[in-house]
């Protein structure tokens, strides 16, 4: 006598249902009817079956002492340089004992509001008005120098932002000969300020929480292409300092964590 492939389902489900049917797992799980479905009973119990989460914070001191707090000697950080940002997994294990790379602390770090508006102004082409409410917003962090590298007043930096004015001469020369004739003309058109133009400025910052201040030097241009000058400043060895940063950023965190963690560069997918 065949039987029908209800019948084999009923027989099934009483079948684990007389045994109470229990999975050898390291959280609680039993197998119940309706197509032998595992189902996990961990959130019935007391507690969890083992420690998982993600800690995230801004603060690099917080970070530290979380990770200390926690003192697994197992535990392995990875650094993104480009993003700031530094995954620790504790329970990542190896080859031989591997874990579920769930129980994690990711520190990321936040600009600081005058390293922000340092590298949103680089290369921004402004009217005057534009820069000089610029310096009068950070003025306490930035000293203007000219050429020569001495400093000039804050007052009269933006006093000669504001008082740009454009020149324009032009220079003709003719020369006739018996048999020939011959015209140049050269144009020149000259930026000018009744105070002393700041050839660049000074920026003093500190870039993220838990770093040290960091000097950025941002250089002075006028464009006088058209009937208003435009201004721009240049963030000079911009990328070597960032890579300095991001260097600093690793040394400062491996000094903090100490023994409590092996940090590497790059990033890590668990999968």
């Known amino acids: 006598m065949s039987l029908t492939k209800e019948a084999v389902q ?3 489900d009483t079948a684990l249902e007389a045994a109470g049917k229990q999975l050898d797992t390291h959280a609680p799980t039993v197998v119940l009817p309706d197509g032998c479905q595992v189902v996990a009973l961990e959130k019935w119990q007391a507690g969890r079956s083992r420690f ?32 700031m940002t530094c995954t620790l997994l504790f329970n990542l294990g190896d080859d031989a004992n591997p874990g579920h790379a769930d129980d994690r602390a990711v520190l990321k770090l936040k600009p600081s509001a005058g390293y922000k508006a340092a590298q949103a102004i680089g290369g921004r082409a402004m009217s005057q008005k534009e820069l000089s409410d610029w310096i009068e917003d950070w003025h306490q962090y930035l000293t203007p120098v000219d050429e020569a590298g001495s400093p000039v007043p804050v007052a009269k930096a933006i006093a000669a932002v504001r008082t740009i004015t454009i020149k324009a001469t032009s220079e003709s020369e003719t020369s006739v000969g018996e048999t020939s004739a011959s015209r140049s003309a050269m144009d ?15 920026f003093n910052v500190i870039p993220f929480e838990g770093l040290t201040e960091q000097r950025i030097q941002l250089r002075v241009s006028v464009i006088t292409s058209g009937s ?23 040394t400062v965190l491996q000094q903090q964590i100490g023994s409590n963690a092996a940090l590497a560069l790059g990033s890590f997918d668990p999968k």
């Open 10 to 12: 009923l027989i099934t």
């Open 52 to 83: 998982r989460g993600i800690y995230s914070t801004h603060s690099l001191a917080d970070f530290s002492t979380y990770v200390a707090a926690r003192a697994i000697p197992t535990a392995k950080g990875f650094i993104d340089q480009d993003e």
């Open 188 to 202: 020149q058109i000259e930026a000018r300020s009744k105070e002393t133009l700041p050839a660049a400025l000074l």
């Open 228 to 250: 208003q000058p435009v201004l721009k400043l240049r963030w000079l060895g911009e990328e070597v300092q960032r890579e300095d940063i991001a260097q600093e950023f690793k």
